[in-house]
């Protein structure tokens, strides 16, 4: 492999930089170009910026809350206007978010499940393009790493097109992808191969909660489907292919103009 000089090192400040965007793929950025490429290209030429958005935030506030007691602490100190109310009490959401910290460190299982290094950064060259990953919880002692996920209800299902059936919150949002992604950059950059793991915490009135594993047979399907999909991600993000708008995200919406009708049938298809 060779490495331009001039290129930056990736580290965890400039991790989320559009510059180490560029350089590399990660899982989160594969799956905005397969939402929507002309977001994608519009976000890494600089002309729009991605805001968090509230479920985010309570995300961060609950990672941070299992990383360390000092990023936990320099998180609130930074996020303060959009925890605290004026009165000093916590908005819903935190509150909330507290609970579900709560649910988890109840559960000895589940922060067994959360041992290890954290925020740790690996990057490897996969399928001819060079990945970032960041990972919540590594454990290479014991052979796993894990990832922590908070969702709405651990039981409930999706109509997914990618896997063409119901699905469960883990397919929907491409964390069997990610785990998948995870495990093969660890693999190829330290010779390690760590099972993974996802600690799901639900917002429900009373959380639920679920350490989850993956059956070795769905690896080589998402690995099939990345190699497939990145042939053309990688042709529109080097510019040899024009970016095609999904035409239903913020940035198609802000962008679209009509020029003629729709049929009733096709708004469910679009
Ligand atoms: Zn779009």
Redesign the pocket.
């Known amino acids: 492999m060779t490495a331009t000089v001039s290129k930056q090192p990736l580290t965890s400040a400039n991790y989320y930089s559009r510059e180490m965007d560029m350089q590399y793929m990660s899982v989160s950025q594969f799956k905005k170009f397969v939402?929507?490429e002309?977001?994608s290209m519009a976000y890494l030429n600089g002309e729009i910026e991605r805001q968090q958005n509230k479920a985010m935030q309570v995300g961060s506030y609950i990672h941070a809350a299992f990383e360390s007691d000092d990023a936990f602490n320099q998180y609130i100190k930074e996020n303060t206007d959009i925890i605290f109310k004026k009165n000093g009490s916590k908005y819903a959401d935190f509150e909330k978010a507290d609970q579900i910290i709560e649910t988890l460190k109840e559960d000895s299982f589940a922060m067994f499940a959360m041992t290890g290094e954290k925020e740790r950064i690996y990057t490897a060259n996969l399928f001819g393009v060079d990945w970032k990953i960041k990972v919540d919880n590594v454990n290479p002692e014991v052979g796993f790493f894990s990832d922590l996920k908070t969702t709405r209800d651990i039981h409930q299902r999706f109509w997914s097109n990618k896997y063409e059936g119901w699905v469960s919150f883990v397919e929907q949002w491409d964390y069997v992808l990610q785990m998948s992604m995870y495990r093969k950059v660890i693999e190829e950059s330290t010779g390690l191969t760590l099972t993974p793991y996802i600690v799901a915490v639900t917002k429900e009135d009373i959380p639920n909660k679920a350490v989850i594993h993956f059956d070795e047979s769905r690896f080589q399907f998402e690995y099939e489907y990345v190699e497939l999909m990145l042939e053309r991600i990688v042709q529109v993000k080097n510019g040899d292919a024009e970016p095609i708008?999904?035409?239903?995200?913020?940035?198609?919406?802000s962008k679209k103009k009509l020029n003629g009708t729709i049929e009733v049938g096709e708004l469910i298809y679009a």
């Open positions: 939402e929507c002309a977001e708008g999904c035409g239903k995200c913020d940035y198609c919406k």
